[in-house]
T-cell receptor, first 114, second 111 residues
């Protein structure tokens, strides 16, 4: 079956512009996570969705970052007034159940802010 | 808070065995996971230890000791395709089950 998909795969934007990143999780997966990975670093948790609600937003680095999920499926991560330090790969993961030790990752969106 | 430490780089020869260690400090967690990531690729799940002891999956094994705050990933019969970054991650003990990742170990397999 289809895995987690993300779009766009690459995004180059000018400092100060807004960007939207999209994640399509595996069908039926109720848990959805956004992570950020800077070059050569580990993954940094941003936000978690269970269904359409986001009970854990503790990883969002500033109020310029927001995310939503609709229909218990697609999620969008929005970054307003982008800064150069926002440049990173943004990864989405989904999980079939909370007790599972496994998360399925999408290929990521590489964001470059110039 | 939680923190995990792994070696930044490990080099090994094709056909050999390599162990990647992970030490952690956390107030509580459900289990320790390992992920593999090739350059430019997505992290892919390798193994998960919810309990102390050894879990074996083919050429890969993972070990957890909660009393020692320590785990490791063991890769046997190394192949060139095993060259990648390997991340340990703890599933935190809160309602989100989010993963907190180590900074990763880059494994280079040489012929």
């Amino acid at each position: 079956g289809a895995g987690v998909s993300q779009s766009p795969s690459n995004k180059v934007t000018e400092k100060g512009k807004d960007v939207e990143l999209r994640c399509d999780p595996i069908s039926g997966h109720t848990a959805l996570y956004w992570y950020r990975q800077s070059l050569g670093q580990g993954l940094e948790f941003l936000i978690y969705f269970q269904g359409n609600s986001a009970p854990d937003k503790s990883g969002l680095p500033s109020d310029r970052f927001s995310a939503e999920r609709t229909g218990g499926s697609v999620s969008t991560l929005t970054i307003q007034r982008t800064q150069q330090e926002d440049s990173a790969v943004y990864l989405c993961a989904s999980s079939p159940e909370l007790a599972s030790g496994e998360q399925y990752f999408g290929p990521g969106t590489r964001l470059t802010v110039t | 808070g939680q923190s995990l430490e792994q070696p930044s780089e490990v080099t090994a020869v094709e056909g050999a065995i390599v162990q990647i260690n992970c030490t952690y400090q956390t107030s509580g967690f459900y289990g320790l996971s390992w992920y593999q990531q090739h350059d430019g690729g997505a992290p892919t799940f390798l193994s998960y230890n919810a309990l102390d002891g050894l879990e074996e999956t083919g050429r890969f094994s993972s070990f957890l000791s909660r009393s020692d705050s320590y785990g490791y990933l063991l890769l046997q019969e190394l192949q060139m395709k095993d060259s990648a970054s390997y991340f340990c991650a703890v599933r935190v003990m809160d309602s989100s089950y989010k993963l907190i990742f180590g900074s990763g170990t880059r494994l280079l397999v040489r012929p």
